[in-house]
């Protein structure tokens, strides 16, 4: 289970940081260095599930909501992928209005 946690950690530093040797190297090293710190601890070791739990929360996290700017005269050009997670604005468009959902109210001005 870790293993797999480690591997999509890697893989998401990977998409995340494509391009961007330094940053990349720097991600891969820290990875690297929080596995082998709980690497001599016991599976049964009650701290090993939440640091999973995180490493697979990270790796969405990385995957899906960073997004790496690379400055072009006066603007910058995004290096947006297939995996990156991209809102619909709903919230936005709505203004300052009230919603109900289900006859509740759940979000007002």
Do not use: W
């Not at 870790?2 to 999509?8: G, V």
């Not at 995340?16 to 090293?29: K, M, N, W």
């Not at 710190?37 to 739990?53: C, G, H, N, T, V």
Request: aromatic content about 4%; some cysteine; glycine content about 6%.
């Amino acid at each position: 289970m870790s293993l797999q946690a480690y591997r999509h950690l890697m893989r998401a530093a990977r998409i995340a940081f494509e391009g961007d040797s330094r940053v990349l190297t720097a991600a891969r090293e820290q990875i690297r260095t929080r596995f082998r710190e709980k690497a001599s601890l016991p599976a049964s070791d009650p701290s090993i599930a939440p640091a999973i739990q995180q490493a697979e929360e990270l790796a969405i996290f990385l995957k899906s909501n960073v997004v790496q700017g690379r400055r072009e005269g006066d603007t910058y050009k995004l290096r947006i992928h297939e995996h990156t997670e991209r809102g619909d604005n709903d919230s936005i468009k709505l203004g300052g209005q009230t919603i109900k959902m289900d006859g509740k109210r759940c979000c007002s001005e």
